[in-house]
Nanobody, 117 residues
Framework: QVQVVESGGGLVQPGGSLRVSCVFS????????MAWYRQAPGGERELVAQ???????TYADAVTGRFTAVRDNAGKALYLHMSSLKPEDTAVYSC???????????WGQGTQVTVSS
């Protein structure tokens, strides 16, 4: 059984930095894509960053240059390093694991990130 767990959210001042983590347990056959999404209050869920199992990362325009997504060597953890945070980055950040072989997505419960003075 695959489980996805996020951690590391919290309150940070504008201009500050924060790292959120995502770890999955269980076994995924073949390739797996890992991604961070976020959903602000009253907003729709949007893709923030995704990383292939080879470590290639892509980012939303709103976070490019400020956020860095990195997978560990085992491919079972995904970290999102966020810097120069803005109030508009406030959201619940959720991690998604996508099994290309199983054509299945697994979601974590999300972690709250609040950027406020």
């Amino acid at each position: 059984q695959v489980q996805v767990v996020e951690s590391g959210g919290g309150l940070v001042q504008p201009g500050g930095s924060l790292r959120v983590s995502c770890v999955f347990s269980g076994t995924i056959p073949g390739s797996a894509l890992m991604a961070w999404y976020r959903q602000a209050p009253g907003g729709e869920r949007e893709l923030v960053a995704q990383v292939t199992d080879r470590g290639t990362a892509t980012y939303a325009d709103a976070v490019t240059g400020r956020f860095t997504a990195v997978r560990d060597n085992a491919g079972k953890a995904l970290y999102l390093h966020m810097s120069s945070l803005k109030p508009e980055d406030t959201a619940v950040y959720s991690c998604k694991l996508s099994s290309l072989f199983l054509n299945t997505d697994y979601w974590g419960q999300g972690t709250q990130v609040t950027v406020s003075s």
